[in-house]
Each structure stands twice: as C-alpha cells, then as structure tokens.
C-alpha cells in the first residue's frame, strides 16, 4: 500500500537557458515517460539536483551569463555517481574535459531529424550502453571550438564570399556578421600578422582540416 501513487517514472533534469527550447524538449520527454524538472541555468539545476535527485541530466553547453553546461557536468559527477549525461548543443563536439566520461552522449541540435533521437540517447545512456556508436563523437580538432552556424559562415568565408556577400546570403545585417567574424578569429586563436591576412589564415585552416575548397555555389 506505501506505494500506491508513487511516481516510478525515470528523473530527468533538462538545463536549458532558451526558454521556448526548453520548454518544447520539456513537454516532449514528459510525453515520452520522463519525469522532468527543468531550469534555465547551471547554478539553479545545482540547486535543483538537490532535491530532484535525477537519473539523467540532458544540458545543453552554452546557458548564458555563468556556469557552463560542462561546468555542471564537473560540478554533479563526482556527487551523484548514478548520473548519466545528454549533451544537447550548437557546438559540433564535446570538449576535450568530458569526451571519456562514462554514460555520456552528444547530440548536436541541428543534427537531430526527429525528436525520438534524444530518447533514444537517454535509454542508451540510462542502460549504461555506450552510446558512441549510435551517435558518434566528433574528434576534436580547431573546428569542433566552432557553433554550428560559425562553422557556416567560415564556410563561406572560404568559398571566397566577401563580409556583405556572407551577410546577403544569410539575411542578416553587415555589422552582425562582422561581428560573427571576429568572434571565429578568436576562438580559432588566429593572430595578425604581416604576411597572412585573419582570412586568409581561416581559409588555409579550414581546408586543411575539412579537405574542402569552400562551397559549393
């Protein structure tokens, strides 16, 4: 009899700092059988964890201001061993800090074709099954410190587009992408010199790695 109206469901805590995303993935994992918690920080689903006790935590890297989603994963592994981890993000890789940790999976947002695929990296997960081979890992290389969409306008960069050809294509203002050119220099760690122009230095990057001549108009 004690347990009657217990609540047997699995405990998933979704960190997401997008609150129309979070709620979407919210709704469809508690449709899918999930007990879920959710909240928009690392700080807060610290808190959370707390009381929650969850089984799995899906996060996503990037949540703003603060504690990254990686930082949350460092902070609850050591305390909540049972916990296994769904990395949901723009970036198109794990960083280096976590790829072997156990019970892990990477899903990159834009690589997922129908929601069933974050289940199915959860019930992998939760099983203990390696993951890896169902949704494999990039290997880290300059590109994977990239979000998806500065992957794409490096792309373009390297198709030999110029700032206000990148701009047009992608609807968006000059200063905006400018703006987006910049912050891929920095995070590619690209220095100005005399002899290389940043662009310059971004394309030969970029073809090195990728074995691709820009892109295909």
Known sequence: MGDLG???????????????????IASFLEHSGFHVASC????????????????????????????????????LRNSYPHLAFVVLSNYVALPDSIRDLQKIAYLGKRDISHPEMLVQAIE???????????????QHNELTSLTRQQREVLALIASGLSNQEIAKRRGTTLQSTEQLIGRIYKSLKLKRNVATSLRVQATMLYTSITGLQGIDE
Request: without cysteine; aromatic residues 4%; charged residues 25%.
């Open 124 to 138: 992998e997960v939760l099983r203990d099954v390696d993951p890896s081979e169902t949704f494999p890992i990039a």
């Open 6 to 24: 217990k609540d047997f469901r699995r405990r998933l805590l979704l960190v997401e700092d997008e609150q129309l995303t979070r709620n979407l």
């Open 40 to 75: 928009g920080s690392a700080s807060e689903a610290a808190t959370l964890a707390h009381s929650f006790d969850p089984d799995v935590l899906v996060v996503d890297i990037s949540l703003g201001a603060g504690p990254t989603g990686i930082d949350l994963i460092h902070a």
